[in-house]
């Protein structure tokens, strides 16, 4: 899960590890938000890619 701070939602990180057991990637960005794919291109896909990493 990739937070940004200008989403609508903050999730936390208790949150997720609960709703989405096991949390394989949380991390808190600190800029972007809702559209973050065209806000921050560059970001989104290293999240993406972090978020995959550990599934190889």
Do not use: K
């Given at each position: 899960?990739?937070?940004?701070?200008?989403?609508?939602?903050?999730?936390?990180?208790?949150?997720?590890?609960?709703?989405?057991?096991?949390l394989v990637h949380y991390n808190?960005?600190?800029k972007g938000g809702h559209f973050a794919a065209w806000e921050q291109p560059d970001l989104f896909v290293k999240e993406v890619r972090?978020?995959?990493r550990s599934l190889r």
């Open positions: 899960m990739s937070v940004f701070p200008d989403e609508l939602y903050e999730t936390t990180r208790n949150w997720a590890e609960q709703a989405y057991p096991p808190r960005l600190d972090a978020g995959f």
